[in-house]
């Protein structure tokens, strides 16, 4: 069965420092999403990206991050100067179409600890 | 302020029992999730629904647009369903409840 991949599935960076986290979506989807879990709290949703642009965010996809689609296969989200706060889990998704009836099929997610 | 709620937070079942956990919402919306987020974090994906009723396997969700309500109900529940079961809703962004822990004993 097609599966998103996401790698790593744990990377720890120094406060301040840049990360990007990879994913590579079901083949024929057309779209993919950003989320993101704190610890202990509610999954948020950060971005969607179709035609190779955003389709939508949320508050929380501010100018220290960005997402590309770099190649046919691999979508990612960069994180600039981070901090504490960012630590969580970030799930990426991908699905067919964002009409009704299309699911979103869930990456198993990275867990990033900003130190 | 919280675009989806559900309840309850936290359920403990015996095994057999008939489960509901209820969400509602308070945006305009295009569809309505059921995810559940297993122990170690993953997320499947187990329903989206925009009316009606769906069913799969022991698991139905039903939605009630007027009433911004959906409900998800797992018959002849397993310790196997024990999980995180998550609405989450598709309107102008995507809003996601605080999830429902669900237990099921033996």
């Known amino acids: 069965e097609p599966e998103v991949t996401q790698t790593p599935s744990h990377q720890v960076t120094q406060m301040g420092q840049e990360v990007i986290l990879r994913c590579v979506p079901i083949s024929n989807h057309l779209y993919f999403y950003w989320y993101r879990q704190i610890l202990g709290q509610k999954v948020e949703f950060l971005v969607s990206f179709y035609n190779n642009e955003i389709s939508e965010k949320s508050e929380i996809f501010d100018d220290q991050f960005s997402v590309e689609r770099p190649d046919g296969s691999n979508f990612t989200l960069k994180i600039r100067s981070t901090k504490l706060e960012d630590s969580a889990m970030y799930f990426c998704?991908?699905?067919?179409?964002?009409?009704?009836?299309?699911?979103?099929?869930f990456g198993a997610g990275t867990r990033l600890s900003v130190l | 302020k919280n675009e989806v709620e559900q309840s309850p937070q936290n359920l403990t079942a015996q095994e057999g029992e008939f489960i509901t956990i209820n969400c509602s919402y308070s945006?305009?919306?295009?569809?309505l999730h059921w995810l559940q987020q297993h122990p170690g974090g993953g997320i499947v994906s187990l329903f989206m629904l925009s009316s009606g009723k769906k069913k799969h396997g022991r698991l139905i969700a039903t939605i009630n647009i007027q009433e911004k309500h959906s409900s998800l109900h797992i018959t002849a529940s397993h310790p196997r369903d024990s999980s995180v079961y998550i609405c989450?809703?598709?309107?102008?962004?995507?809003?996601f409840g605080t999830g429902t822990s669900l237990t099921v004993i033996p």
């Open positions: 998704a991908s699905s067919e179409d964002r009409v009704q009836g299309n699911i979103q099929y």
């Open positions: 945006v305009g919306i295009s569809a």
């Open positions: 989450a809703v598709t309107g102008n962004q995507f809003y």
